[in-house]
């Protein structure tokens, strides 16, 4: 590959007629990175997915698609992961652009080669690289890669994103003058409907279906919504759709207008990493947590410092004096210019209704202010919860009761519940009871979440606390692991000249959580490293015959072990 770059002169002409409104990005500079046209999409930039925004655009396709360098460039990073992206390459563009492919199922062939080189020197699956400059310059269209669903995918497709180079910020690809057929505008489903008061900030919500008959979205049922109290906040699920797929995909723009006044906006043009947590305060997280369901709130949490709102009013809220009514309008609308409208109203009355429930009081024995440091701390426990732990005051229950799992070392410390959001780590040290001194090694923090499979959060002795690092509220105790994992071998034959490879399902006792690694494995033939790939989502890893292998007779050698250091060995002959 023989390619020169554009020159930066070349560069700054292009960008001389981009224009300052829509045209903030290059229109003409990328193409589609699938042969099929139009691009199908199953997910779109800014999608509300658990714990962040997604980053990307999801191409529809199958595996063994080809995959095609969006413009002229050159490989920057080259990436192998068992979750995550998966396969994922990184190509540097002269305009001062990245483009990210995920989820690969394998790389153009000088590409491979290298990965595999650096694979056995490294004797590791995993690796992340940075090829030297100009190693791997690719042209516009040319094939880098092979569609597939390796790392964190379920289903062929294609993880495309467009970053800025510089600060490593995603922008939403569809900005950028690649063609989707969109000729279907967003659908409003439900709003829910938030109360305030003094002491307890949110005091209730309630869900209300929203239809449409004439295009314009109302209530279901009428078309005000009646309460008694002062300030009222809203929140909207609703999705995005386009031809030819039956995806539920994220929108583009919300905009809430409160008697066609300028109220709200939120817009998914760039995502920047580490406000994507923000997601939780965005979103209704106990709606998502309790039923997978996901709600914009139209209203900002105090602690929310999420950079995708412009033109706020008031924290969002609107304020009703007695009587008043006040119309709520919504646009909702996707980067083709499909928009979706809604509109109701809200009117303060005096007497009690029934169609905004009070919730009661909440039941709590700490309030912990979000703009300050927190701590709870007994002699069995002890928790620090940084500022910036919670997007609003937490009116916070606490609680401790004797396990009924004799495999549970400690007293069980319920934090609260896990619908509240918590931004980031916070500190948890846990006394044992009845642990034997001979067993603290094999010691760690469980998180006994309600999904029945305890999650093990590591931990470090410290002045008689076991003490780990967790972003979820929920039960937690001490518990130990002295069980290897299990190793199930498939396709493993006493003679396997006829074989194109062998794998084995592994798996262990207890999930992982915080900073706790997941399994970690090491495959040998006739004491050799051997690359053996890792699919975490199938618990599977997998070894491909080739040339290092010559016939004959040879020795497989896996060991599996897992954070706790329980090790499984399996080894066996073969012939080749
Ligand atoms: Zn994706």
């Known amino acids: 590959m023989t390619i020169r770059f554009l020159t930066f002169a070349t560069f700054f002409s292009f960008l001389a007629f981009i224009g300052p409104d829509n045209n903030r990005f290059p229109q003409d500079f990328f193409d589609e990175p699938v042969p099929r046209q139009p691009m199908l999409l199953s997910g779109t930039f800014g999608e509300l997915r658990p714990d962040h925004f997604h980053t990307g655009i999801d191409i529809k396709g199958g595996i063994g698609v080809p995959i095609y360098a969006a413009g002229i460039g050159e490989v920057a990073r080259i990436s192998v992961n068992p979750d995550g992206y998966g396969n994922v390459l990184y190509l540097n563009h002269p305009n001062g652009f990245t483009t990210v492919y995920g989820h690969l199922n394998e790389f153009s062939p000088e590409i491979a080669a290298y990965v595999r080189a650096a694979q056995y020197a490294q004797e590791s699956f995993v690796v992340d690289l940075t090829p030297p400059p100009g190693k791997f310059r690719v042209r516009k269209g040319e094939e880098i890669a092979k569609m597939g669903t390796t790392g964190h995918s379920f ?30 505008a967003p659908q409003l489903y439900e709003i829910k409907l938030y109360t305030f008061n003094d002491k307890f900030g949110i005091t209730s919500g309630k869900k209300t279906t929203l239809k449409t008959r004439t295009g314009e979205y109302r209530l279901a049922i009428g078309d005000t919504i009646k309460l008694t109290e002062a300030q009222v906040g809203v929140a909207l699920k609703t999705y995005d759709h386009m031809d030819g797929s039956a995806n539920q995909n994220g929108i583009y723009e919300l905009q809430m207008k409160v008697d066609d006044q300028d109220h709200y ?140 799992n004799p495999a549970v070392f400690s007293r069980v410390h319920t934090l609260h519940n896990s619908r509240v959001p918590v931004h980031d780590f916070f500190t948890l040290g846990i006394r044992p009871t009845r642990l034997p001194d001979s067993l603290k090694n094999k010691a760690f923090v469980a998180g006994l979440g309600n999904s029945g499979r305890e999650t093990n959060y590591g931990g470090v002795w410290k002045n008689g606390l076991l003490v780990a690092q967790t972003r979820m509220l929920g039960d937690y105790a001490i518990m130990i692991d002295t069980v290897p994992p299990r190793v199930v071998p498939e396709r493993f034959l006493p003679d396997m000249s006829k074989s194109s490879g062998f794998g084995f399902v592994i798996s262990d006792n207890f999930g992982t959580g915080g900073f706790t690694p997941d399994l970690q494995y090491r495959a040998e033939i006739d004491n050799h490293w051997v690359l053996m790939s890792y699919d975490e989502k199938r618990a599977r890893i997998a070894y491909r015959f080739d040339d290092i292998i010559p016939p004959g007779d040879h020795h497989f050698k896996l060991a599996v072990w897992d954070a706790k250091g329980n090790r499984r060995i399996w080894e066996k002959d073969f012939k080749r």
């Not at 510089?166 to 989707?180: A, Q, S």
């Not at 426990?381 to 005051?393: A, C, H, I, L, R």
Request: negative net charge; hydrophobic residues 35%; proline residues 6%.
């Open 155 to 184: 289903g062929p497709h294609l993880h495309f994103e467009i970053r800025e180079t510089i600060n490593d910020k995603p922008i939403n690809p569809l900005l950028f003058g690649l063609r989707v057929v969109d000729n279907v």
């Open 265 to 404: 906006r939120f817009r998914t043009e760039a995502v920047v990493f580490k406000e994507t947590r923000f997601i939780n305060a965005h979103l209704d997280y106990a709606e998502r947590v309790s039923h997978g369901s996901y709600y914009h709130r139209c209203f900002l949490l105090p602690g929310n410092s999420l950079s995708m709102y412009e033109q706020v009013v008031n924290r969002g809220m609107i304020n009703l004096e007695k009587g008043q009514t006040k119309k709520v309008s919504f646009a909702v609308s996707d980067v083709a210019g499909n928009i979706a409208k809604g509109t109701f109203w809200i009117k303060r009355v005096d007497e009690p209704t029934t169609q905004v429930a009070s919730t009661p009081e909440p039941v709590y024995n700490y309030v912990l202010p979000y703009l300050q440091n927190n701590a709870i701390d007994n002699v069995d426990v002890q928790v620090d919860f940084p500022k910036g732990t919670f997007y609003e005051d937490c009116y916070f229950l606490y609680g401790a009761s004797t396990p009924s």
